[in-house]
């Protein structure tokens, strides 16, 4: 069942990566909708893990 749910994922993210490749090139207007959603997530996924990395040592000064 795990591997269902990991191959799953796995799918939604190279998909993900394809649209945003595509919308790049000039695709349809859902390609650029998905891959716009895409960065996002990529970008919110990316701020979280600063601001864990923060927490967990708060003397240290990031490379913001």
Request: net charge positive.
């Amino acid at each position: 069942m795990i591997i269902a749910v990991l191959l799953g994922f796995l799918a939604l993210l190279v998909g993900g990566c394809v649209c945003v490749v595509w919308a790049e090139r000039g695709g349809p207007r859902w390609a650029r909708v998905v891959a716009t959603v895409t960065l996002t997530a990529s970008e919110l996924l990316r701020s979280s893990e600063k601001k864990r990395r923060r927490g967990m040592n708060p003397g240290s000064q990031g490379d913001d």
